[in-house]
């Protein structure tokens, strides 16, 4: 059996699936196999998979596009090797990329995740950086994705073992869900390599709040004894703007005590499940300090504040 199995998922995919099949099979860690799950494609994403004569390269074809996350539960239950690492079918790996990982996962065995940096091109040129001790992935997993699933490799003996898979009725965010029930949820660690492992495709797309929102609600909250009933689409609306909202614009809809009894709210049920946490608390403070900053009315927000659990947090 290989070493590690690279699943790519892949959806009309043919204008770019030969540049990310090339990066993997010009990988320097040779002990592999890329599986490619073809979800349905309408154009010749199949045929160029069929083309390649590597005999490391199996493909998967569904009859009908089942969408991301179904086409990822797949490549779960095919995957053959002792690890996972994602990839999708439009980015460039590194071509250390998997010799690195697999190395850090060997010489980690508490840590079942590593991730890297990214690198954009195409629409963007920006350089991603994602925290590196799982400590702080754990935290930063609260409020987003904190690794990136197509520059990841994992234990598949882990993920299996816990029956971890991704949500089908997520049409987006579904990496973020997933990711949830893995680092807080199963409770399992993840780091970050500082260093840069996959050129990113970067799209410009709208972000459509609805399915971080409900990644939040079914995923996350839940995994800090936040249940649906009680943290509901008010929260949702109030966490998720914290990333993906003008900040600014976010404190002048909501108001900074809503935010910040939000944040409190947060902390509270987060130290109730991990127990005290620097990394998350400076991310509460990061955030605390953000909208205090940016309230109109920063004296009565500053009152607000030091009436809340959180402002302990901040010394005397």
């Known amino acids: 059996m290989p070493k590690i199995t690279v699943a ?26 890329l599986l490619v799950v073809d979800d349905g494609s309408t154009d010749d994403t199949a045929r160029r998979v069929e083309a390649c004569t590597d005999a490391r390269v199996r493909l998967i074809r569904l009859g009908t596009n089942q969408g991301r996350a179904a086409a990822r539960n797949v490549a779960l239950e095919q995957a053959r090797g002792a690890y996972l690492a994602w990839m999708d079918a439009d980015d460039i790996a590194v071509p250390r990329r998997l010799e690195k990982q697999a190395a850090f996962l060997e010489a980690h065995p508490d ?12 629409q963007s040129t920006a350089l991603e950086r994602f925290p590196a001790a799982p400590e702080d ?17 994992l234990r598949l003996e882990v993920l299996r073992a816990h029956g971890l898979r991704f949500d ?14 893995l680092l807080l949820g199963a409770r399992r660690r993840a780091a970050n390599l500082p260093e840069v492992l996959l050129r990113y495709r970067y799209f410009r797309r709208p972000f459509v709040p609805q399915w971080h929102a409900r990644a939040l609600l079914g995923h996350v909250f839940p995994r800090l004894g936040l249940a649906p009933g009680d943290a509901g689409a008010t929260e949702a609306a109030l966490h998720a703007g914290l990333i993906y909202a003008p900040l600014k614009a976010h404190c002048a809809r909501h108001g900074a005590p809503a935010l910040l009894a939000w944040l409190d ?22 955030f605390a300090g953000k909208i205090l900053s940016l309230s109109p009315d ?14 302990g947090l901040a010394g005397p």
């Open 8 to 33: 790519m998922p892949a959806h009309n995919a043919a204008p770019y699936i030969n540049e990310a099949v090339d990066s993997i099979l010009g990988q320097t860690c040779r002990d592999f196999e």
């Open 111 to 122: 840590v079942d995740v590593c991730g890297g940096w990214l690198q954009y091109f195409h």
């Open 137 to 153: 992935v754990r935290a930063a997993t609260v409020f987003g994705a904190a690794v990136v699933n197509g520059c990841s490799l």
């Open 168 to 181: 089908p009725t997520l049409e987006r965010a579904e990496d973020f869900a997933f990711w949830a029930d």
């Open 265 to 286: 709210r947060l902390w509270r049920g987060y130290t109730e499940t991990f127990g005290t946490d620097p990394a998350f608390e400076h991310y509460i403070l990061f």
């Open 298 to 311: 920063r004296e009565g927000a500053a009152a607000f504040f030091r009436s809340l659990d959180i402002a």
